[in-house]
């Protein structure tokens, strides 16, 4: 299955950035499309951004889309989650993925995705 390890969560005031990055091993990266997916402690996991594999497509939430953006780097075999004007509900654990099939382009829904990172928090403060 491969391992992803997320790093770059931390502590940001309102109106401030942050950037999540998610090394991966495992399988060939750029076979594979990625996503980006956060849970609040009341809530199930819910999509945040996806990424094909080759990079060219991307999909955001509407609850980020114009403040988050989602890239990769495949010689790096990192997904990245650029994080602007964040929010207090922007607070959540946030966890990349890596899509179950290689032929799927983007992905939204848990069940399309098959390896998951240890999750890394991300507080927003007043």
């Known amino acids: 299955q491969g391992q992803l390890v997320e790093s770059g969560g931390g502590v940001a005031q309102a109106g401030g950035s942050l950037k999540l990055s998610c090394k991966a091993s495992?399988?060939?990266?750029?076979?594979?499309?990625m996503g980006w997916f956060r849970q609040y402690p009341w809530k199930e996991r819910e999509f945040v951004a996806t990424v094909s594999p080759k990079g060219g497509v991307t999909l955001e939430a509407d609850s980020v889309k114009g403040r988050f953006t989602i890239s990769r780097d495949n010689a790096e075999e990192t997904v990245f989650l650029h994080m602007n004007n964040l929010q207090l509900d922007d607070t959540a654990v946030y966890y990349c993925a890596r899509c179950r099939d290689s032929g799927t382009v983007i992905a939204r829904q848990e069940w399309q995705y098959s390896s998951w990172g240890q999750g890394t928090q991300v507080t927003v403060s007043s």
């Open positions: 495992g399988r060939t990266f750029s076979d594979y499309c």
